[in-house]
């Protein structure tokens, strides 16, 4: 059950007492103001954004299909972070994957 769930119950349970019913209202108020508020990025969400750049690039010099390790390799990140953003990457259509004999290729999309 989430928050907004539990203070809609407790409102409902409680509708006859206006102290309750306005304490409801501003916790709910409050979540609405926090789920508004724009989002800061991270160190590491902004460090990846520099390594998915280097990725890309190192994709577009080669010109061929690689491997999640030979991109590990020429970018010196390890094959997780490399294999992780690569699938941030295919998620927002910037690369494609192609799977030959059991080993995942990627390109520029």
Do not use: W
């Not at 119950?9 to 789920?35: G, Q």
């Not at 999640?68 to 690369?95: F, M």
Request: positive net charge; charged residues 30%; hydrophobic residues 40%.
């Amino acid at each position: 059950m989430t928050k907004r769930e539990m203070f809609a119950r407790i409102a409902s349970v409680c509708a006859n007492d206006p102290e309750i019913v306005a304490f409801v209202a501003h916790e709910v108020e409050l979540l609405d103001k926090k789920n508004k508020a724009p989002k800061k990025a991270t160190k590491t969400q902004i460090e990846n954004e520099s390594i998915k750049d280097k990725i890309l690039a190192t994709l577009a010099e080669n010109g061929s299909p690689m491997t999640a390790t030979a991109i590990a390799e020429s970018i010196g990140v390890s094959v997780n972070k490399a294999s992780a953003l690569l699938t941030q990457l295919k998620e927002d259509n910037s690369v494609t994957r192609e799977v030959v004999k059991r080993k995942a290729y990627f390109t520029i999309a």
